[in-house]
Each structure stands twice: as C-alpha cells, then as structure tokens.
C-alpha cells in the first residue's frame, strides 16, 4: 500500500467531484489530519484501505472531511469550521 498524502487544493477537488478523479480509482475517504511534524495534513484513502489514517505517532487528530458511504462531507463538530 502506498501513503496518500495529498495538497488542500487536490482534497478539495476530490470532494468537489464525488472522490473522483481522471485515471484514478474513486477514493473512500478524505481525511484531515496533523502529522509528525504538526502540520494540518490531507490524504486520501481507496476503499481497499479504509482506516489506514487512523491515530498514531505520524497521523495525530485525524478527521473525515469526505465519506464516500456517506455521499456528502459530515457536518463538522462543534469548534471546528
């Protein structure tokens, strides 16, 4: 398995068109998340590998920003924009 980080603008992209995205299978999930070095982080997970951002030394507060089981972007908590 590969890791799938991925830039703000692309995350936005993916979301902005279901997970979808030329020549790449559809993405699952969309995650934001602080990585090792305390940097907000985005990756993209496929369905074959769902949970892979899941809390550890080098994905710290992960946060699903878009399911694809759930066809829209969860609301977000209270606090968070």
């Given amino acids: 398995m590969k890791m799938a980080t991925i830039d703000k603008h692309l995350a936005?992209?993916?979301i902005a068109r279901d997970g979808c995205y030329p020549g790449d299978p559809r993405a699952a999930r969309i995650i934001e998340y602080i990585n090792a070095a305390g940097v907000k982080a985005y990756a993209?997970?496929?369905e074959c590998e769902?949970?892979?951002y899941s809390p550890s030394?080098?994905?710290r507060?992960?946060?699903v920003?878009?399911?694809?089981k759930q066809k829209k972007s969860p609301a977000p908590k209270r606090g968070e924009v």
């Fill in 50 to 52: 769902r949970g892979r």
């Fill in 61 to 63: 507060s992960p946060r």
């Fill in 44 to 46: 993209v997970e496929y």
């Fill in 12 to 14: 936005d992209h993916l």
């Fill in 65 to 68: 920003l878009w399911d694809a």
């Fill in 57 to 59: 030394e080098y994905v």
